[in-house]
């Protein structure tokens, strides 16, 4: 493996003698299994702007959150068994905006969060926009989730497998991830070979389990 580029948003890696089947398990599991902070529950106590709740639940959602994977747990790993989560498995951000005259823009930066690792990758995504008068009060609570279950989990825009020249020799190819901010582009590859070696590991112990 040769590193070919890399930088906080974007990594290129250079797999030779690895097998067709390897480099593009790696480049799905970088969409669907690396886990990520997004918001994924919501109570509203006040929501007087002119986009329903719903809508604002999915926009708070689709904000990308930074996130430290060794702070947390998945909510199925987690200990607590407790469906509104705990500290270890779940971060609250408060979001509480008015507007006394003219128009307020309401963007991420309003997100005020109990942990300061897990944040809007941006203060400036816009959320909605309140006219003189209207408010928005809520709680959000966020969790790791995989881009399987849905997008707003996807760590990275980005997972391209290429061969490395016209003629496709079937073990040398290149391997490019952009992230979307809440992770490192090489540590969600660095997270995407773990996971696979895991899945790996536990297939192997399943099969030997046959010649019992």
Known sequence: MEVLEKSEERVKVHLKGVSRAYANA?????????????I??????????????ELLAHRLGLVPL?????????????????????PKC?????LDAESK???KDVVSGDLRSE???????????????????QKIKLEAYARLGKGKEHAKWQP??????????????????TLEIESVGS????EIFVKAVEILNEKLQKFNEKSRSLKK
Do not use: F, H, Q, W
């Not at 994924?40 to 006040?46: G, S, T």
């Not at 942990?115 to 008068?133: N, R």
């Open 156 to 173: 990275a825009s980005v997972s391209v497998l290429k061969p490395t020249s016209e003629e496709d020799t079937g073990d040398d190819y």
């Open 40 to 53: 994924d529950e919501i109570v509203i106590l006040e929501n007087s702007s002119i986009m329903y709740d």
């Open 66 to 86: 930074k996130t430290d994977l060794s702070r947390y747990v998945l909510p199925e790993d987690c200990d607590c068994e407790n469906p509104l989560g705990c």
């Open 115 to 133: 942990d300061e690792s897990t944040i809007p990758i941006s203060p400036d995504i816009s959320i909605v926009k309140l006219a003189a008068g």
């Open 90 to 94: 779940r971060v609250l951000l408060v």
């Open 26 to 38: 790696i480049r799905r599991i970088v969409l669907s299994e690396v886990p990520c902070m997004a």
């Open 101 to 103: 005259e003219g128009v």
């Open 183 to 186: 992770l490192s582009a090489s």
